[in-house]
Every structure is written in structure tokens, then in C-alpha cells.
């Protein structure tokens, strides 16, 4: 991949917006959970398409990259960060290089962009591996950085890559999913406002209804199809897609950092009835 300032770099990421659009087109792909993580130079295209796909990507998770001080990084939101960095990789350093910002430094970055808190706090600790977490950030777009001492250029957690480089302190793999499921995207809430993200949504679900739906699920868990029931009458359908409209570029409530919670549904619910009696 190319991430730098040069074309080439350009076509990439236009390559990777075409490919999730086309994917999620034809195969109804959830247009709020759409992730990116990579491994070194895939690393370096995650973080690259986290500044520049932020209107598509909802979390990003890049493994042992190493991010150029001279990048310019502008997110049109708030975006999840979880990665990952040996302290003795000596391919893309840890403590960065003439060309590289430290790994931690360019965490906080990340931090800063996200309105975190300027201080993170260990929320991981286990064998030679540390994690600390900057919290508090605008739409719950956390930052954890995972530090391996004395790991190498490799995937934590993997049984693949070579052992005296990769750490079995934490499964990689594991913490991202368990991340990105924390973060999905704010698909009913789009820059504080009602905008095409939501209508994409909630027509993603067309025919779904209550009979289709996993009687298990928590109503409150993002994976439950109910939020995009706008209307309350237990299918999606023509009536919450013109409810999504109706509010088109208007404010809406934040609730859990996003619109993605029964309770910011039934508020949507109130002031479409409000709106239309």
C-alpha cells in the first residue's frame, strides 16, 4: 500500500472507499461497523485511511506501523483507535525515528484529535504487555495503545510469526474484535446531524421485523436491528426511512455518544410525532 502524500497514495484510498461502497452495496454490508487493521505497512494504510474514510470507517486498528511526523491527519469525525507496537521492533521503532513520530507520541495525537482526555490510564497489564486508554473523548472515540516490551515486528498473539518476536500475553486479534464491537459507527447521527448515513442505514434493513429478530439479543446491544425502528411499529420499513428524512440535516440528541441505543430511538420516535402529529 501506499499511505504518503504521492498519488499513488491517492489512487489507494480511492481504490479502498470504491471497494467498501461496492461491498456494501451488493452485500448489505452494515454501514456501521466497517473496520480497517493492518500489520506494518498494512498498518500504516489503516492509520492513513482512518484520517481520510472517517465518513465510512468507524474504527481503525493498525499492528507494529510507523507514521511519517510530516502526514497531515484530518478526520471528519471522531474516530476509535486501538493498536499495538513492540518496544524492539527494529523495522518501524517504537520510539520512531527521523522520519517516524514515537508510537506513543503519535497515540496522543490520535487522542488529541478525538477530544480525549491529555492523560491515559493503564487499562491492561498483563506479563510484558501494557495497555493505557485516553478516555473521555468526544462520541466515545477511545484511543488504546498497546505496548509490548521487547516484542518485535509482529502480531501479538500469533502462532505464525516467529516466537522470540511476538508476545502470547495478548491475543491481538481478540482485543481488536472485542474493540471494534465496542465502536461502531454513529450510524443515526452523522456530524451532530440527521444526514444520508442514517437513511443508508435504516434502508439497509428494509423488511426487517420484529419476528426476524433474535429473541436473545438485548434491545440496548448495538447489534439489535430494533434501533432502526424509528416509528415503533415493529418493521422497518417505508415510514422510518421518511421519519430519517423528515429530520434531514436537523440536530439530534447524543445518547451513549451516538444514536445507536433504544433510548435515543424512542427519542427520535417522540419528535417525529411531534413533527407529524
Not at 72 to 99: I, K, M, Q, W
Not at 124 to 146: I, K, P
Amino acid at each position: 500500500w501506499h499511505f504518503g502524500p504521492e498519488e499513488a497514495a491517492e489512487a489507494d484510498v480511492r481504490f479502498i472507499r470504491d471497494l467498501i461502497l461496492h461491498l456494501r452495496d451488493r452485500l448489505g454490508v452494515d454501514p456501521a461497523r466497517v473496520y480497517v487493521t493492518g500489520l506494518s505497512n498494512g498498518a500504516q494504510m489503516t492509520n492513513r485511511l482512518g484520517c481520510d474514510l472517517a465518513d465510512l470507517i468507524a474504527a481503525i486498528a493498525p499492528v507494529a506501523g510507523g507514521y511519517p511526523r510530516t502526514q497531515e491527519c484530518h478526520p471528519t469525525r471522531p474516530v476509535p483507535v486501538v493498536a499495538f507496537h513492540g518496544t524492539a521492533d527494529r523495522l518501524l521503532p517504537y520510539e520512531g525515528s527521523l522520519l517516524l513520530l514515537p508510537v506513543r507520541q503519535w497515540a496522543a495525537a490520535w487522542a488529541a484529535r478525538n477530544g480525549c482526555d491529555p492523560t491515559p490510564v493503564v487499562t491492561f497489564q498483563h506479563g510484558d504487555v501494557s495497555g493505557e486508554t485516553w478516555s473521555n473523548c468526544r462520541d466515545g472515540a477511545e484511543v488504546t495503545l498497546y505496548t509490548v516490551e521487547g516484542g518485535g515486528h509482529s502480531w501479538p498473539g500469533s502462532d505464525t510469526m516467529p516466537p522470540e518476536i511476538t508476545t502470547q500475553d495478548i491475543e491481538a486479534t481478540d482485543a481488536i474484535w472485542e474493540f471494534f464491537a465496542a465502536h461502531p459507527f454513529p450510524a443515526l447521527c452523522w456530524e451532530g446531524r440527521l444526514d444520508v448515513v442514517t437513511i443508508m442505514a435504516v434502508a439497509a434493513r428494509w423488511g426487517t421485523s420484529c419476528a426476524e429478530r433474535d429473541p436473545n439479543l438485548d434491545p440496548a446491544t448495538p447489534d439489535f436491528e430494533h434501533r432502526y425502528d424509528l416509528d415503533d411499529d415493529c418493521d422497518i420499513d417505508v415510514e422510518d426511512i421518511a421519519t430519517a428524512a423528515g429530520y434531514w440535516r436537523q440536530q439530534c440528541p447524543r445518547v451513549a455518544s451516538s444514536l445507536t441505543s433504544v433510548d435515543a430511538r424512542h427519542i427520535m420516535a417522540s419528535r417525529r410525532k411531534t413533527a407529524y402529529g
